[in-house]
């Protein structure tokens, strides 16, 4: 994934996060992740594997093609 993408994603997390009123904390107690894995996938530093996207999309209770929808920003 270019680096474009990956912040791309990890703006629509953070975005789908606080439009849920959640803490990144908040949000890992919902699905098991450690919070600095959450931090760095928001920042675009990392890339998520499947699981882990299915985890966040879980925890926000967003179905996971909703949550990679950027058209619905």
């Given at each position: 994934m270019q680096q474009n993408e990956l912040t791309k994603l990890g703006?629509?997390?953070k975005d789908l996060r606080k439009r849920k009123k959640?803490?990144?904390?908040?949000l890992c107690y919902r699905n098991g992740l450690e919070s600095s894995?959450?931090?760095?996938?928001?920042a675009g530093s990392v890339e998520a594997k499947y699981l882990t996207l299915?985890?966040?999309a879980?925890?926000?209770?967003i179905d996971l093609c909703k949550m990679l929808d950027f058209n619905d920003e």
């Open positions: 703006n629509r997390i959640l803490s990144i904390s908040a894995t959450v931090s760095r996938i928001e299915l985890k966040i879980k925890a926000l209770q």
